[in-house]
């Protein structure tokens, strides 16, 4: 039940990231202000992803922009709910999503934020408007339930999802794209516009049987999305191999998508620690922040 689920949720993952995080959840976002006022001479341990390279190009020395700081955050999650998410190997991925959804909307909403979310299926059906407190992450786990219950058998068009999120979401907001991206191509130029506008993550789930198959002898293996059946003998050495490759493809593929698309990647996979992987997140993109901060000091310091 969601009240269940939150609970266990606040006392042991939501409790851990407040001793690691201090509170701060903006540290997983970009936290920058929403309205433009102003712009300055680049200073030592300013966000490099500020600086405004037009005006840059044509001073000759960096300039960063500053913002009005927004106090309250709008944080939205689209949750692709399609049939491929229930699969796993020992927990779902659906279950991982909700675990996911649950301690980032509680972390923002106990800090005065507000979050949204959109629900797909095989189709966007389902729209939370951006709320705060306890009771509307609650509400917003129930719909995530119900709605699970609900999918069928289709096709994934992810494409749909993220034009879709492009004209529900006004102001920037930091938007998690929960998903397996199990979909039909044509969702990279929609995400990538999306990312223009908002501070887009990519929350990708996965289960480690997706990248590697254990020899089984045969097994009747079904399609999540189309129901298609085919027995295959998993015991077949060259069979697994030829698997692996091609799931390491698809794997090297997606990250340079998401890449390309401008969006930073937290993967969740269905045999790690929730904390543990939101932790990693956190700490790269502090570290990315540093290396960058610290690149531009040099260029400057050489240039003087």
Known sequence: MPDALLTRLEWTVLKRLDGWLQGDYRTLLRGNGLDLADLREYQHHDDVRRIDWN??????????????EDRELAAWFLLDLSPSVD???????????????????R?????????GALLYGNAVDTVVPARGGRRHVLHLLHRLQTRAAASAAGGTRLADLLAHAAGAIGRRAAVFVVSDFISEPGWERPLAELARRHDVVAVRLYDPLEMKLP????????????????????????????????????EQEL????????????ELTTDDDLADAILRFAGARKQRARLAAGAVSAKQKAAA
């Open 55 to 68: 005006v840059t190009a044509r001073l000759q020395q960096p300039y960063v922009r500053e913002y009005t």
């Open 215 to 250: 020899a089984l002898g045969m097994v009747l293996m079904q399609d999540a999305e189309t129901g298609e059946q085919l027995f295959v003998d998993t015991g077949a050495r060259g069979f697994r191999q030829r698997y692996e490759q091609l799931a390491a493809q698809r």
């Open 87 to 105: 699969f796993g190997s020992r927990v779902r991925k659906r279950s991982v999503s909700a675990a996911f959804v649950g301690t980032l909307a």
């Open 107 to 115: 972390a923002l909403t106990r800090h005065g934020n507000r979050v």
């Open 255 to 266: 990250l340079t998508t998401l890449a390309r698309a401008g969006v930073d990647t937290l």
